[in-house]
T-cell receptor, first 117, second 113 residues
Framework: GAVVSQHPSWVICKSGTSVKIECRSL??????MFWYRQFPKQSLMLMAT?????????EQGVEKDKFLINHASLTLSTLTVTSAHPEDSSFYIC?????????????FGPGTRLLVL | GQQLNQSPQSMFIQEGEDVSMNCTSS?????WLWYKQDPGEGPVLLIA?????ELTSNGRLTAQFGITRKDSFLNISASIPSDVGIYFC?????????????FGAGTILRVKS
């Protein structure tokens, strides 16, 4: 159980275009999902918390108009990188919260590699 | 904010050797999580620890939740080539809308066969 999928697994796009990444919880419902960004050989950097039915909360320094998040159902959150530029190239990973309180954990998707030319 | 100090930064060991890595924090954590990330993949949860002093095993992996709640370690016994990857410790910290995870910097493990 607790499987999280992401689509696409990799994407190459031209500068100025928008890219949408999907994150799905396959065998459970997730009211809260998270979006991370990871640079090579570095740890995960939390970008935003995606809450079903409400607006996402963004970490300091993350542009909400640049990285649009929609959590329209209990099994799907999407991240749209708008007007992508080469500096947006990165590995984007989502996760879903499982459990509650001190016993909660996060299960991660396989990641999406974005390359902006 | 809360930070996790993970060490060592990297390890290059011989196949069959045991491995030990740890995380420390100046703050108390109520949960410690250990993840492994293979190249080009998302992190996979290895072990979750919920109680101070708890010692939990998952196959060749053993992790402990320090009694001070400020540290945790992960041991891998008899390493094999597929143990290669990056290992992260993580713990929940209070966010504006519930808990979010803070991660250690990771331990890169390479195994020489």
């Amino acid at each position: 159980g607790a499987v999280v999928s992401q689509h696409p697994s990799w994407v190459i796009c031209k500068s100025g275009t928008s890219v949408k990444i999907e994150c799905r919880s396959l065998d459970f419902q997730a009211t809260t999902m998270f979006w991370y960004r990871q640079f090579p050989k570095q740890s995960l950097m939390l970008m935003a918390t995606s809450n079903e039915g409400s607006k996402a909360t963004y970490e300091q320094g993350v542009e909400k108009d640049k990285f649009l998040i929609n959590h329209a159902s209990l099994t799907l959150s999407t991240l749209t990188v708008t007007s992508a530029h080469p500096e947006d190239s990165s590995f984007y990973i989502c996760s879903a919260r499982v459990g509650a309180g001190y016993r909660e954990t996060q299960y991660f998707g396989p990641g999406t590699r974005l390359l902006v030319l | 904010g809360q930070q996790l100090n993970q060490s060592p930064q990297s390890m290059f060991i011989q196949e069959g050797e045991d491995v030990s890595m740890n995380c420390t924090s100046s703050s108390i954590f109520n949960t410690w999580l250990w993840y492994k990330q293979d190249p080009g993949e998302g992190p996979v949860l290895l072990i979750a620890l919920y109680k101070a002093g708890e010692l939990t095993s998952n196959g060749r992996l053993t992790a402990q939740f320090g009694i001070t709640r400020k540290d945790s370690f992960l041991n891998i016994s008899a390493s094999i080539p597929s143990d290669v990857g990056i290992y992260f410790c993580a713990g929940p910290t209070r966010g504006e809308y519930g808990n979010k995870l803070v991660f250690g910097a990771g331990t890169i493990l390479r195994v020489k066969s």
